[in-house]
């Protein structure tokens, strides 16, 4: 498991098969952005399970500290992940939809994947 300030060194990522962005990760540095990309390049794969990722470009001065330089180039991040804020997303599919509309989750369909060993999940879960 590693945070924000470790990607942008790539030796964190070098040895891993899959990188698991797993909640609302906004703030990324150049070089977590380099790392990330080179990471895809080299073949390994990404799963990402939040939104908003990869929105505003941030320095860490110090590690209690983050400055936000602005919004990412949203073609940039297209690149990288696929997508990115304004072009995708609930606003994007349905319009200016209301608080209510909700989403379905996250299901189990393949509990024998090897990430799942040791945890007692069931396929539907």
């Known amino acids: ?23 609302h990760d906004e703030y990324w540095t150049a070089k977590a952005k380099v790392s990330y ?3 895809v390049q080299e073949g390994e794969s990404v799963m990402i399970l939040g939104c908003n990722t990869m929105y505003r470009k941030v320095e860490y001065p110090s590690d209690t500290t983050r400055k936000i330089l602005g919004q990412w180039d949203s073609s940039l991040v297209l690149q990288s992940i696929g997508m990115n804020y304004h ?19 996250y299901r189990i369909i393949h509990n024998q994947a090897p990430f799942f060993e040791g945890v007692n999940f069931d396929r539907g879960d």
């Open 1 to 23: 498991m590693i945070d924000d300030g470790d990607m942008d060194d790539y030796s964190e990522l070098q040895n891993s098969r899959l990188l698991i962005v797993a909640g």
């Open 37 to 39: 990309d080179r990471f």
């Open 87 to 105: 072009m995708g997303g609930r606003g994007n599919t349905c319009g200016h939809c209301g608080p209510d509309i909700g989403f379905g989750g």
